[in-house]
């Protein structure tokens, strides 16, 4: 019967991207439901250079929730992994016709092991908490046999997740309903889009953000009236001004834009009480390469975004990459020897005009910036159909070569 068809372990493995809003979200006005102050638009990175893997398992030989994070074992008690994880089943009992358990392949009374693990250095800063999700929600979904709308599952467990449960442009619409349901992520346009569009991440030396994106939102919206005003008219206005941008694949002014709204952001910052300060030294000297860069070409050739940390995203042209890096590797040349100072897509080389050097590198500042990634915009999470990608082996526990 039914009963005997139970298998003793389900697995499912899934990978999701990261994303980097040019529209930023910062401020909620639910935060138990994390409801956004105002809606978001971002570039669903490309999965070859940056992802988180998770595996999910279930078992009726489990006793326990467990989570593994990069191999090391975590608390499951987070209230935001619950919520993920509760809503997962709730969408999966809903899907069963809130009946018969013993007709759907996998009991949800089953305890669950999850391990995820990301390829890119949690420390380097870079958004892993919408993709940590994002795999989350996407491998539990799976597992469970739930399909269709999960960005507002995502959402639960970080709000910049719900854009990463979709590949190329997002909106996440922050919805009016104060139950959530229409605070949803929707494509704008697929990665296929805008094929030349390139993206450069700077990591830069630094410490670790002093403020979480959570906690710095909460006091920004409790005392910026910059962000009030932000939410209320400039970001209308600009989604639109954005969306329009991307439809016709115009750099200028997704540039321009790009940058104004990362640096609408950061004034935000300084204007919650007490300030918050996410860029450093080094990151203003980007902002500043990147201006006499765009000045000397007479437009703009590339645009910054910075989200809660030092680290500069910055989005160009496929011909325009060769160039910046190398500004990029004379402006600020590399500490060690140079050993993988560009990662990524492959990069030509190029030599600089005499006039560059001379306007635009200006003063070297040897080591700030510790690397480059070079990637491009991706596709939504996907399922990894090979077994030998679980990160947990047939005992249900982390594989030693995960
Ligand atoms: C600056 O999504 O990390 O990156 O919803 O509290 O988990 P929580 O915050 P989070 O905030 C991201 C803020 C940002 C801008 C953005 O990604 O839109």
Known sequence: GAMAEERALSMVTCTAPVNIAVIKYWGKRDNDLILPINSSLSVTLHQDQLKTTTTAAASRDFTEDRLWLNGEEADVG??????????????????????????SPLSLSYKIH???????????GLASSAAGYACLVSALARLYGVEG???????????????????????WQRGERPDGRDSLAHQVAPETHWPELRVLILVVSGEKKPVGSTAGMQTSVDTSPLLKHRAEVVVPERLAL???????????????????????FHATCLDTFPPIF???????????LAHRFNAHHGHTKVAYTFDAGPNAVIFTLADTVAEFVEVVRRSFPPATNGD?????????SASLSEEVV???????????VQYILHTKPGPGP???????????GADGLPRRCA
Do not use: W
């Not at 509760?86 to 016709?97: D, I, P, Q």
């Open 278 to 288: 996410y860029l450093n030294d080094f990151s203003r000297q980007i902002i500043a």
């Open 242 to 264: 954005m969306m329009r941008h991307i439809r016709e694949r115009d750099f200028e002014g997704f540039g321009q834009l790009t940058m104004k709204d990362s640096n609408q």
């Open 78 to 103: 987070h209230p935001r992994l619950q919520a993920c994880l509760r809503e997962v089943r709730r969408l999966a009992r809903k899907r069963r016709g809130g009946s018969a358990e013993d007709a």
């Open 114 to 124: 999850v391990a995820t693990r990301n390829n890119f250095p949690t420390a380097a």
């Open 358 to 368: 001379t306007t635009v590198v200006t003063e070297p500042v040897p080591g700030a």
């Open 340 to 348: 993988q100072f560009v990662r990524g897509l492959p990069i030509d």
């Open 382 to 392: 996907q399922l990894l159909d090979d077994p030998s990608q679980h990160l947990l």
């Open 149 to 171: 709308e999960l960005s507002e599952v995502a959402r639960r467990g970080s709000g910049s997740a719900c854009r990463s449960m979709l590949g190329g442009f997002v909106q």
